[in-house]
């Protein structure tokens, strides 16, 4: 069984600036292409941090700000300090969140929950940035056709994993939910296709309605 890697989902056309870049050269790419957020790149084309758009409003809320307070709270210090900045370098959030490409896409997802951002720069061995994936690049995976998941099911699952023929159990996908009917020789063989059914990209849902003869995990789950 192949998970989806983050080379399958990734963006490879990637807008990036420099550390150099002015502000409003920044705030300008994010507007044209309508991204939320751009790689920066140091000499070496590696990845030196992220500029967001909201990076680029603490130079609007702090504009006019005359309040002393927030200077004592770190967050606001380095907010501060962002609204004065002119150039990507003093704009970034740095060290940059990344990933590499042969991360699985639960991992990359994980890394986004994880770390509360949109997207990951996905850089190779050296550092250079080779893409970006985002979270709506994760939701693709979800879009995959019915009869592609019932076939990997089918193939991966019941005859590669299971070594069972095909017709020992019937696999029906709607819309992403996967139902599983059949009546097997051991509960764990029903169990165990479950449990891989489940992790195969883009299920939704496991409906197991599988059988079986024999309860050989009795000892185990006593």
Do not use: C
């Amino acid at each position: 069984m192949r998970h989806r890697t983050v080379r399958d989902v990734m963006t490879t056309d990637v807008v990036t600036v420099r550390v150099g870049t002015p502000a409003k050269d920044v705030a300008e790419q994010l507007d044209r292409h309508r991204i939320s957020g751009v790689p920066v790149l140091d000499e070496a084309g590696h990845v030196a941090g992220v500029v967001t758009a909201t990076d680029l409003l603490h130079k609007i809320t702090y504009q006019e700000d005359g309040d002393e307070w927030p200077r004592f709270l770190r967050r606001h210090r380095v907010d501060r300090e962002k609204a004065h900045g002119t150039t990507a370098n003093d704009l970034m959030t740095s060290p940059a969140t990344t990933i590499g490409p042969d991360a699985s896409i639960v991992e990359a997802a994980t890394v986004l929950e994880s770390g509360g951002v949109k997207r990951l720069p996905v850089v190779d061995v050296v550092g250079a940035l080779v893409g970006i994936v985002s979270r709506a690049d994760l939701v693709k995976v979800f879009t995959r056709p019915d009869h592609q998941i019932r076939d990997e099911i089918v193939t991966d699952v019941v005859e590669r994993a299971l070594l069972l023929p095909p017709a020992a159990i019937t696999v029906d996908v709607t819309e992403g939910v996967v139902t599983l009917r059949g009546h097997l020789e051991r509960r764990s063989e029903a169990v165990l296709a479950a449990a891989l059914a489940r992790r195969v990209d883009g299920v939704v849902r496991v409906v197991d309605e599988l059988g079986y003869l024999n309860d050989d995990t009795r000892y185990v789950y006593a």
